[in-house]
Nanobody
Framework: QVQLVESGGGLVQPGGSLRLSCAAS????????IKWYRQAPGKERELVAS????????DYADFAKGRFAISSDNTKNTAYLQMNSLKPEDTAVYYC?????????WGQGTQVTVSS
């Protein structure tokens, strides 16, 4: 069964760090492009970061540059989003996404709350 399961969210103080995980099952995640999105309450879902297949190159939204890092681990079949210097405006549900034509896989999301 094809599945993406996110984990690693939680409550963190401003300036803190979190590492989100996206565990894939039923397919090899690293051979596809991987994306992380987020959606804050009342806002549209937005792209945070993307990683091309086999981790060849990464791209980030302006708000994520210099603070977030996307990666994948073939041995664990898992993608990651390392988030540093978190700000209250980073509060959102974070989703991993793997476009696998003609399908488009999404995880269930993990809540990140940045608050003192």
């Amino acid at each position: 069964q094809v599945q993406l399961v996110e984990s690693g969210g939680g409550l963190v103080q401003p300036g803190g760090s979190l590492r989100l995980s996206c565990a894939a099952s039923g397919f090899m995640i690293s051979i596809y492009n991987i994306k992380w999105y987020r959606q804050a309450p009342g806002k549209e879902r937005e792209l945070v970061a993307s990683l091309t297949n086999h981790g060849r190159s990464a791209d980030y939204a302006d708000f994520a540059k210099g603070r977030f890092a996307i990666s994948s681990d073939n041995t664990k079949n898992t993608a990651y989003l390392q988030m540093n210097s978190l700000k209250p405006e980073d509060t959102a549900v974070y989703y991993c996404n793997v476009p696998r034509f003609p399908l488009n896989y999404w995880g269930q999301g993990t809540q990140v709350t940045v608050s003192s």
